[in-house]
C-alpha cells in the first residue's frame, strides 16, 4: 500500500466539515432556532433549516432575513448565531468514527488534507479541537475567507492552492448537494456522504454526479471503501 500511495505524490483530500466530518446540523439547527427567536420567529422547524444543509452560513442568514422581513444587518445576523453555535460546538460534538478512521489512516499514508466549510473560521477551528482532529489538516478554509459560498467552488478551490495541489488531483467528501456541486465545478473527484437524517427520503440529483455515493449516509460510510476508492484499489 505504501509503494501504491508513493506513485501518488499529488493526492490532497478535502472535507467538508458540518455534516461530514462532524455531526453538528442539530448544533446549527439550535443555533438558528434561538437566533429566529430573538426576532420574533417562533416556529422554525427542522424542516425548515434542512432547506439550507450545506449553504453557507451567510447566505443562509440572507435568505432567512429576507424571508422573515428581519431588519438587523446580516454581519450582526452572523456575529450572534456563530456566538450561538459555538456554544454548542464546545458542550457537544462529535466526529463521525468511521470518518476519523478515515482521516487516521490518510494521514498515516502521508496524504495531505484540508477542511473547507461554510462555517466560520472560529467554528472550524472549535469543532476540530474539540474532536481532536485538529493536529491532521494542513489547511482550512471558512467560506469567510473566499467571494462565495457554496455551491461555488471557491473554498474548494483555496483549500487546493493552500495545500499545493491541483483541483483534478484532489478528493472531496461531501454531505451535501451544494458541496457536491461545488467540487464538480472544481474539477474534483466526490465522495458523497449523504446526510439524510428522514430515512427513506429521496437524494437530490445532485448526489448523482459524485465519483462515489453512499446512498445510506454515514451509517453507510466506512473509512475502507473511501480509502480504496480515493486511492484506486
Same mark, same amino acid.
Given at each position: 500500500?505504501?509503494?501504491?500511495m #508513493?506513485?501518488?505524490?499529488?493526492?490532497?483530500?478535502?472535507?467538508?466539515l458540518?455534516? $461530514? /466530518?462532524?455531526? #453538528? %446540523?442539530p448544533?446549527?439547527y439550535?443555533?438558528?432556532? !434561538?437566533? /429566529?427567536?430573538?426576532?420574533?420567529v417562533?416556529?422554525?422547524?427542522w %424542516?425548515q433549516?434542512?432547506?439550507?444543509?450545506?449553504?453557507?452560513?451567510?447566505? $443562509?442568514?440572507? *435568505?432567512?432575513?429576507?424571508e422573515?422581513?428581519?431588519?438587523?444587518?446580516?454581519d +450582526?445576523?452572523? *456575529? %450572534?448565531?456563530? &456566538? !450561538?453555535y /459555538?456554544?454548542?460546538?464546545?458542550? #457537544? $460534538?462529535?466526529?463521525?468514527p468511521?470518518? &476519523?478512521?478515515?482521516? %487516521?489512516?490518510?494521514? $498515516?499514508e502521508?496524504?495531505?488534507?484540508?477542511?473547507?466549510s461554510? #462555517?466560520?473560521?472560529?467554528?472550524?477551528?472549535?469543532?476540530?479541537?474539540?474532536?481532536?482532529?485538529?493536529?491532521?489538516? +494542513?489547511? +482550512?478554509?471558512?467560506?469567510?475567507?473566499?467571494?462565495?459560498?457554496?455551491?461555488?467552488?471557491?473554498?474548494?478551490?483555496?483549500? *487546493?492552492?493552500?495545500?499545493?495541489?491541483?483541483?483534478?488531483?484532489?478528493?472531496?467528501?461531501?454531505?451535501a448537494?451544494?458541496?457536491?456541486?461545488?467540487?464538480r465545478?472544481?474539477?474534483? &473527484?466526490?465522495?458523497?456522504i449523504?446526510?439524510?437524517?428522514?430515512?427513506? *427520503?429521496p437524494?437530490?440529483?445532485?448526489f448523482?454526479?459524485?465519483? !462515489?455515493?453512499?446512498?445510506?449516509?454515514?451509517?453507510?460510510f +466506512?473509512a475502507?471503501?473511501?480509502?480504496?476508492?480515493?486511492?484506486?484499489?
Amino acid at each position: 500500500m505504501l509503494g501504491r500511495m #508513493s506513485t501518488s505524490p499529488a493526492l490532497a483530500v478535502i472535507f467538508d466539515l458540518d455534516g $461530514t /466530518l462532524v455531526d #453538528s %446540523e442539530p448544533n446549527y439547527y439550535e443555533a438558528g432556532r !434561538l437566533l /429566529l427567536a430573538q426576532y420574533g420567529v417562533s416556529d422554525f422547524s427542522w %424542516e425548515q433549516h434542512s432547506r439550507f444543509i450545506g449553504i453557507g452560513t451567510r447566505e $443562509t442568514l440572507e *435568505a432567512l432575513r429576507e424571508e422573515y422581513g428581519i431588519d438587523a444587518p446580516v454581519d +450582526t445576523l452572523l *456575529a %450572534e448565531k456563530n &456566538r !450561538l453555535y /459555538l456554544e454548542r460546538v464546545r458542550a #457537544s $460534538t462529535e466526529a463521525f468514527p468511521q470518518m &476519523r478512521k478515515l482521516v %487516521e489512516r490518510l494521514h $498515516t499514508e502521508g496524504v495531505p488534507m484540508a477542511v473547507a466549510s461554510g #462555517s466560520s473560521g472560529a467554528a472550524i477551528d472549535q469543532a476540530l479541537a474539540v474532536t481532536g482532529l485538529d493536529g491532521y489538516f +494542513t489547511a +482550512t478554509v471558512s467560506a469567510e475567507e473566499v467571494a462565495r459560498g457554496k455551491p461555488a467552488p471557491d473554498v474548494f478551490l483555496e483549500a *487546493a492552492r493552500r495545500l499545493g495541489a491541483e483541483p483534478a488531483h484532489c478528493v472531496v467528501l461531501e454531505d451535501a448537494a451544494p458541496g457536491v456541486m461545488a467540487a464538480r465545478v472544481a474539477g474534483m &473527484r466526490c465522495v458523497a456522504i449523504p446526510y439524510a437524517p428522514a430515512p427513506g *427520503a429521496p437524494l437530490d440529483p445532485a448526489f448523482g454526479t459524485a465519483g !462515489l455515493v453512499f446512498p445510506g449516509g454515514q451509517s453507510e460510510f +466506512t473509512a475502507q471503501a473511501a480509502y480504496a476508492w480515493i486511492v484506486g484499489e
